[in-house]
Every structure is written in C-alpha cells, then in structure tokens.
Nanobody
C-alpha cells in the first residue's frame, strides 16, 4: 500500500488544519489507517487511527476533543481535522496503515506516507 499525505502548513495558535492521506496499490480491508507525528528531537508518537469500516476510532489523549479522524472509502482517503491547534502540536505528521492488532505501535506498521509538516505559531 502506498500512502500520500498532504495538508500541512503554518497556522497560528488556536487555528485549524485538515490533513489528508490517500491510499493506493493494495487492499485495506481488515486494516487501520491513521496518523503519527514527530517533533524535532522527539520520538514518533501516535495521534489517531480509524478502521476501514469506520467502526473503530481512537486517539491519543493529547488530541482528544480537538482532532477528528474520518474516512472516505470511495477514494481511499482519510482526513484528520485539527482544531484548536497549539504550538506543541508542531511536528511532521505521518500517515500509516497496518493490521488492526498492530496499532498504535509504529514499529509494527508496514506502510508509511512521506510526512507533512504542521507548524503552529504562538
């Protein structure tokens, strides 16, 4: 599965951005797709994920209530709507896909997008 992420940019604190990730080249049934992020000097951390049938969603405590993940099966795309952004949300955001049982551990996931930079200014 190939993943293409987009939607990053520069936004002021309190602002919003919407990330998108398009999957191609494989089957996503029984898999989850989602997002990780990595800030400078820090390890990659889980953000949010969604099952392909949409029946399962979960998110890190740091983003609950502010970020919302969704999917559009028609075009193999997931979105991450990020609201009330904070400077500590600044990171490169990576889209990933893998079997449900392998989430939220990044070293257990096989498919990764190229990353998109989100910068939140104070």
């Amino acid at each position: 599965v190939q993943l293409q992420a987009s939607g990053g940019g520069l936004v002021h604190s309190g602002g919003s951005l919407r990330l998108s990730c398009v999957a191609s080249g494989g089957t996503l049934s029984r898999q989850m797709m989602g997002w990780f992020r990595q800030a400078p000097g820090k390890e990659r951390e889980f953000v949010s994920a969604i099952s392909w049938d949409g029946g399962i969603k979960f998110a890190a405590d740091a983003v609950k209530g502010r970020f919302a993940i969704s999917k559009h099966n028609a075009n193999n795309t997931i979105h991450l709507q990020m609201n009330s952004l904070k400077p500590e949300d600044t990171a490169v955001y990576y889209c990933a896909a893998g079997p449900t049982e392998n989430w939220p551990w990044p070293d257990r996931l096989d498919s990764w997008g190229q990353g998109t930079l989100v910068t939140v200014s104070s």
